[in-house]
């Protein structure tokens, strides 16, 4: 967890329903490696520039058999509750709305081009990350590191330019 960071969304529900808004067919593993995608690729971009949050949200992300996962979401995620518009309150208080605008469509972007894929493939992309895999063990349960899953990113987007 993240002790002290400045953070976009408060509220993770919020980014739940942002992706289910914006996925024909939000499937347990494409929000939940949405989760992942979404906040390591916001911590590459968005979060290395002073003006906007360091990260999308407080991520638990733990290595599990079937990639990086949110713990908290996957306790709380119930698949066939209702999709609630995104609040005001789903984001952090000094967030102002010209950033909430670009965090919003930037996912919306993000969920897109999740969209595309498969929940197989999604899955298997997450698995690729150096943060997950060189900690990565069969049966365990261990805790990835933000500030490496942040590192990695954003090593990964400045390669590409």
């Not at 306790?75 to 010209?98: G, H, R, T, V």
Request: charged share 25%; proline share 2%; no cysteine.
């Amino acid at each position: 967890m993240l002790q002290n960071q400045s953070i976009v969304f408060e509220n993770k529900s919020g980014l739940i329903n942002l992706l289910r808004q914006n996925l024909s067919n939000p499937t347990v593993m494409k929000i939940s490696k949405g989760l992942y995608l979404t906040w390591g690729y916001y911590a590459g971009t968005y979060g290395t520039l002073d003006e906007y949050p360091d990260y999308l949200f407080d991520a638990d992300f733990t290595a599990l058999k079937y990639g990086p996962t949110d713990q908290e979401f996957l306790k709380n995620f119930d698949e066939s509750s209702e999709i609630n518009e995104i609040k005001e309150s789903d984001f952090a208080a000094s967030l102002p709305d010209s950033q909430k605008s670009n965090v919003i469509l930037f996912i919306k972007n993000l969920a897109s081009q999740l969209d595309t894929i498969d929940d197989f493939a999604v899955m298997l992309r997450t698995k690729q990350d150096a943060a997950y895999d060189d900690i990565y063990q069969d049966g365990q349960q261990i805790h990835m590191d933000n500030e490496a899953i942040a590192t990695e990113y954003a090593a990964m987007i400045n390669k590409k330019h």
